[in-house]
């Protein structure tokens, strides 16, 4: 299959560590030139010179996606090393568990920020790139979460209005030759997820769910993305791809 990636340009934020980084890798190995951004100004760095060594044409840019100046400056500098920017992921976020009598204010206001403002931050910072050559991808990392799960009404809540967002900008975009589609992981053991208090729980409950019989990894999420982002992928829009081994409840 043509995937028409090579020389393109992308953005993969919460890209230092996890499903970003190999996201991150798996789109340069296509050809695509890559922003890697992160919080964390050490992750930034450690995946970006793991790339550069392996040969890929990247950059790095810390930035937190809730920050509106911190995103300008992403997206400026992505665009003064590469030209433009073609693609962009909204991976950055995390769950802060809890369930709803114990859950606390700044536990809600993080998730939903980091998740929701972090992916209209950011898109809307490519999206005057996009317009103008006419050409432009979005996909945006959702979760299985949407339907919700117990014990996260902030990550359930965040993750359900990616999907309504990933609909309503592909609408808007969609006569600019812009796609908008998500993805849903289900559960992926990075290190995020291992940090879980109920970690054991949560693998053999994925375990017993799953129809495809194992854990799912990085690359199972990174390859849906390389698809959704690419010329392959161009009369899909407003799609969320569930990779989940075949779970959905
Ligand atoms: P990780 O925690 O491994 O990676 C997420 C990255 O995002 C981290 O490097 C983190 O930095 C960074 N980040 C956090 N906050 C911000 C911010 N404000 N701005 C920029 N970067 C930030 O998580 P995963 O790789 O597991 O998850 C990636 C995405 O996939 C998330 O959206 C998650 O919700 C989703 N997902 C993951 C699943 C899984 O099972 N792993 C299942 C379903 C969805 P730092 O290290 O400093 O915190």
Sequence with gaps: ???????????????????????????????????????????????????????????????????????????AKTVEAFGTVHILVNNAGFPRDGYIGKMSDEDWDLVVDVILKGAFNCSRAVVPHFMEQKYGRVVNIASRAHFGNPGQVNYSAAKAGILGFTRALGMEQGRFNVTVNAVAPGFIATEMIEALPNYETVKNKSLALNTVPRLGNERDIANGVVFLASDAAGYISGETLHITGGRFG
Excluded at 29 to 49: K, L, S
Excluded at 57 to 69: A, E, H, L, N, Q
Aim: net charge negative.
């Design 1 to 75: 299959m043509e995937l028409g990636l090579k020389d393109k340009v992308a953005i993969v934020t919460g890209s230092g560590r996890g499903i970003g980084a190999v996201t991150a890798r798996a789109l340069a190995e296509e050809g695509v030139r890559v922003t890697i951004t992160d919080i964390d100004p050490a992750t930034t760095e450690a995946t970006r010179a793991a790339l550069a060594a392996d040969g890929f044409d990247v950059i790095g840019v810390p930035c937190d996606v809730t920050d509106k100046d911190q995103v300008a400056n992403l997206v």
